[in-house]
């Protein structure tokens, strides 16, 4: 893939926010800080773009105009202003966004609107103040296809009867205008012999008068004729597909997964981010529906980022809508993924432009060139059908399944590892490798994938082969991948045979599944939660230790937020919440760096700014914030297929509540609302269908002992369950339709609360680095990375007695809670660099 070219600059902002508004209202979000992206977002057409070059029009899959740019001249002036020195403002909701701009007596605000299923856009204009503006509104006519197609003749003509410029072009496939019944001026497109000027834009003029709307229309379609019913239908429905626009979200929101914590931001977070999925869903009229990639401005020749499909983005995609419970949108995702399936081989294709329908798309090198593709395909049909138990999806689909599975099987060696044809590329595509690490990980994944896909179609033959292969390949990964003398992975092969050292994150997500002992996963998971992978915005995906490292280089050393999901991911899943969370909760500011609600594809990896090909809005950026919450901060896990629901979470110990509603599994629907205080977890549920299976294992502090739960008013059996790094309670029981509550008590333990940084824009990293935190005995040890001169401490909360402490110097906060601020040790030779720290705490209590 290739990002755009932009940054964005990050100051203060305001957020609009009521606690007891409805949803829909919660979600607006505006910001003083003017240089943003902004992107709005229908299934057919889209706005986009920066002040400084002026707005995008798409009606897909055609480019209509580009530059949009604003002029304000007040009643009676005869000087122009730009209206980008006067932006003073911008207001986010999910359905649009509204620009505000502030003159010496007038105030204009400019919605950007485009309805949900029209080829369409409206951008309105109102003016407060004591006199009309005229708003002079200047253009560029493109009317061009996608990327890498293209077409050649367009003309623009003004058509005075639709107060409109209507743009064409002479294989009368695409027609489009720009217009407004409001329109007073306009710039001729006579065919003159010389030209009036050099610039190929055209510009009109508003008159806009005080506390009335001004629309302009800017409509797509196949004919004049076309365009004008379009356009009239848009003026005249305005108000009504605003309205139809505003209670999708609402619905959406009222529907999907919906997470309540004592944290505003971290809510807002994950609502942005399911909304923001909502928004990648795009129609093509020629290609159908599918998850587009994200949004950002076009580089080069009508290339908006990531504005086209890609099969792996859309993977990423199904992962966070099954997470949310929007189970019919991942279906739909993954048959728009198996449409295109190569029909001769299984392959899984990597990209399909916008324009593929008008051009012999196969015949550029994009489409089919990532072969990783086709084995994370099994891993996604998998997990729908775990999550969903929809057997029959599965069946209906066994060939596609089983053609990818064949293809997979194909790349396969002698050595029993996926080796990489000369003309493709597995997941690191810069390099050209003949095999990878993160391809083999994947074959392990696919085949346990396509084990479980057999055996619920009947293929029990298969099913046994395919879990066979898996049970050999952890041993052969290792050795191929393992380097005993960096005690770090290798990233892969060239075709030469010179291993790729990159000291990069590694298969974290799956090290249960490796054959490693103890030390080895614990070197990596240290090694992963330090200052060399650490940064106060996120995980870098190539450690600041690696010879290659570049914390400017969109491959060696930024920090994704993709990358960054999967390790809090990975951190959870091995138990290591404290650096879980730290790790996760550094994705937050994202959501207001640059287009609010959204997030960034890549930050840099020395200083918290965006890295420069990074795109403002990318989907798996959202997606995997979202699923990453899900499954590792609330542990919940659905298993439709058996009706079974899993709450594991690991809530941090400053949360007292935690409320999950429209929880979906099998044909149950479920309220969940849990608390906890410092001697007892307690959780309600409403179970509005059938019943269910129900595994209750939520984390209680290091070392505290159960006492007798019940549920409901009766008692039963809890087990403790044991890790190094926390500790869980474990119930399992019957859930019924109805009402249910659950009660467990606990007594003392001792859990650490990480200090979360916030960074602003240019900040080095300074927060302290959690790497482990273990209580043996009666010594609690915080293993942590640290800047001597950067103040560092962490709350720890217990209702023991602390005896002594080594490292670090306790304060008392609130009865059974302190500060613990570090103590440095001997004068260090950089006090503002990054160094290793210990505290040990000896506490007076446990048993």
Partial sequence: ?????????????????ASFAPAQSRMEW???????????????SAIFGYPENGLEVWAYPV???????????????TSDVDARTLLRRIVYTPESITRIYAGPDFVIREKLFVPL???GAIISYETEGSRPIDVLVEFVPVLDLMWPAAIGGQETLWDSAASSYVISEPTHRFTASVGSPDIIAHDETNNFNRPTNSSSALAFTLHVQPHKTSPVIIVGGKSVEDVNANSSKLLANNSALEKAASEHYSDLLNHALEI???DREVNRALAWSAIALDQAWVCNPALGCGMVAGYGPSRRARRPQYDWFFAGDGMVAVRGLLAEGEYDRARQELEFIMKYQDPNTGMIWHELSQSAAVLEWKNYPYMFLHVDLSFEFLNALAEYYSITGDVDFVKAHWNSIQAAHQYCQSLVEDDGLPHIPSEKRGQREQD???DELALSVNWLTASQAFATLAAATDHADLAQESRMTADKLGPVIVRRYWDKKQNSWITGYTRSGVPLQMQGIGPVSILEQLSLSNSQRDSILNELASSTFQTDWGTRGNGSNSASYDPNSYANGSVWAVGTSGAAAAFWKEHR????????????PWTSLDSLGHIHETLAGDYYHEELESVPEQTWSSSSLLSSAIEGLLGLEINGAQNRVTLAPHLPFNWDEVTLRHVRAGKSELSISMDQSANEVRVEIQNEGLPAKFLFAPEIPLGAKLGFAKLGTRPIIVAIEQHPQDSHAKVEFDLPHGSTSLTIPYAGGVAVIPDLPHPMLGDASHAIKIIGTVLQGGTLTVNFDYIPAAD????????????DVKGGTMQTIAPGLYRCKIKPGPEPQDPNAYHHGTVSITLTGPA
């Fill in 1 to 17: 893939m290739s990002p755009t070219l932009r940054c964005a600059l990050l100051v203060p902002f305001v957020i609009a926010w």
């Fill in 260 to 262: 309540e914590t004592p």
């Fill in 432 to 434: 050209a490798l003949s």
């Fill in 117 to 119: 299923d029209e080829s």
């Fill in 792 to 803: 560092s401490s962490f709350e720890v909360r217990t209702p023991w007695t602390i005896s």
């Fill in 577 to 588: 919440p404290v650096t879980a969370f730290s790790t996760w909760s550094a994705l937050q």
């Fill in 63 to 77: 480019q209509i105009l580009r530059s949009f740019t604003l002029h304000f001249r007040p009643e009676g002036t």
């Fill in 30 to 44: 505006s910001t003083d800080s003017t240089n943003r992206f902004v992107s709005v977002h229908g299934r057919h």
